[in-house]
Structure formats: C-alpha cells, structure tokens
C-alpha cells in the first residue's frame, strides 16, 4: 500500500509569506503527526491530529497551525515566515495517537530568504 | 538539561560488533519510549518500542529500559555497514496537559568494514 505522501516536497518562501504544507497518511491511517528537523534543533514534535482534532500539541508558536480533513489527509500553515523557520518539515501517520506504528512521509524542505 | 539526551557520535564500531546506544530523559513519568532510525536525507522510520522495565529484543536489536534511573538504550547485534545512520530516542512526555513526543539529537553510527 501506498507510504504517507508529503508535498511539495521542496518549497522556497520569502520572509513574511505563509506556506501551506499537506500531508496524506496510509490508507486506514486516522493519526498525523507533523514534526520539524533542523541541523541544531533535532526533530520537535509540532502538533498531533485525529479524527479531525488535534489532540496534542508542541512547543511552537501560533504562527504554526495545522488541521485535519475528513479523509485524515492533514495540512500545516505557517504565517509571517521568518528564517529561522527554514527546515524539514516531517509528517508521520498511525492508527492510533501515540501508536507504536508510525511511519514517516519524506518531508517538505522548506526554505526561506 | 535537556529533556531527552543522547551523545551525538559519531559511534565507530568495527563489522560484526555489538553497537550500544544510550539514552536519558528527564521526565520521571514517561511511560512510552521509541527508537528511530534515520539514514542520511531520508526520514526516520521506528525500529522499536519499549514501555516496561527490561529488555524487549527484536532480531539484532535490543532496547532496554530502566526507569528508576531514566535511561533507555538499544544494542545492535553483529553490526552491519547497512546499520550506518542516525540514531533517534524519541520520549512521550506530558507537558501543559498534552503529550508530545520529544526526540533526542540522536546519535551517528558508522559501521567500519
């Protein structure tokens, strides 16, 4: 069956812009999780959805939004980019929340100038 | 201190060694702790899962888990070249009434020949 699909997979933004990023989980897949990595940072856990809810969130600020569709496909927005935004965006999908089974999408690499 | 640490490596370890990959977290109630791997520009995928005190082995993986002390560690049976990658502990903790999951930076193991 078909992986998480994340797209674009590449995205170049000016500082101030917002970006939209979507992300499709496996199919019978209901939880999404999106994460950003950076060199410094490591992985940082940005928020979690299910069944069209988010049910747990990191330590980012408002500027960082998600939602999730019927269909469990989920998009995350970003507002006012600023530099220190440029990453790879992660998003990772289970059956359940905190399932031990989640697989990760090959993420949006976001840069902004 | 850091919620979830890991020692960055690189960990060399000779083809056919035992490679050994620690972890310590600072919150004393986590219950869920994972190990992820991640090859160079490609994204994590889980390898294991351990929520109880002990050992839990899967093939050349072991993860191990000591609560009292807040450590957890995975050991790599007969190490392969092909097990060259970052390491990542990942560690659900409660924070403001959510759950996230925090990763460590992980740790770069290279498999020498």
């Known amino acids: 069956k078909a992986g998480v699909t994340q797209t674009p997979r590449y995205l170049i933004k000016t500082r101030g812009q917002q970006v939209t990023l979507s992300c499709s989980p496996i199919?019978?897949?209901?939880?999404v999780s999106w994460y950003q990595q950076t060199p410094g940072q490591g992985l940082q856990f940005l928020f979690e959805?299910?069944?069209?809810?988010?049910?747990n969130k990191g330590n980012f600020p408002g500027r960082f939004s998600g939602r999730q569709f019927s269909n469990s496909r989920s998009e995350m927005n970003v507002s006012t980019l600023e530099l220190g935004d440029s990453a790879l965006y992660l998003c990772?999908?289970?059956?359940?929340?905190?399932?031990?089974?989640?697989?990760f999408g090959q993420g949006t690499r976001l840069t902004v100038v | 201190q850091k919620e979830v640490e890991q020692n960055s490596g690189p960990l060399s370890v000779p083809e056919g060694a035992i490679a050994s990959l620690n972890c310590t977290y600072s919150?004393?109630?986590?219950?869920?702790f994972f190990w992820y791997r991640q090859y160079s520009g490609k994204s994590p995928e889980l390898i294991m899962s351990?929520?109880?005190?002990g050992d839990k082995e899967d093939g050349r993986f072991t993860a191990q888990l000591n609560k009292a002390s807040q450590y957890v560690s995975l050991l790599i049976r007969d190490s392969q070249p092909s097990d060259s990658a970052t390491y990542l502990c990942?560690?659900?903790?409660?924070?403001?009434?959510?759950?996230?999951?925090?990763f460590g930076t992980g740790t770069k193991l290279q498999v020498i020949p």
């Open positions: 959805y299910f069944s069209e809810t988010q049910r």
């Open positions: 990942a560690v659900i903790m409660n924070s403001g009434g959510y759950q996230k999951v925090t």
């Open positions: 199919s019978g897949h209901r939880s």
């Open positions: 919150d004393r109630v986590s219950q869920s």
């Open positions: 990772a999908s289970s059956l359940e929340p905190r399932d031990s089974e989640a697989f």
């Open positions: 351990i929520y109880s005190n």
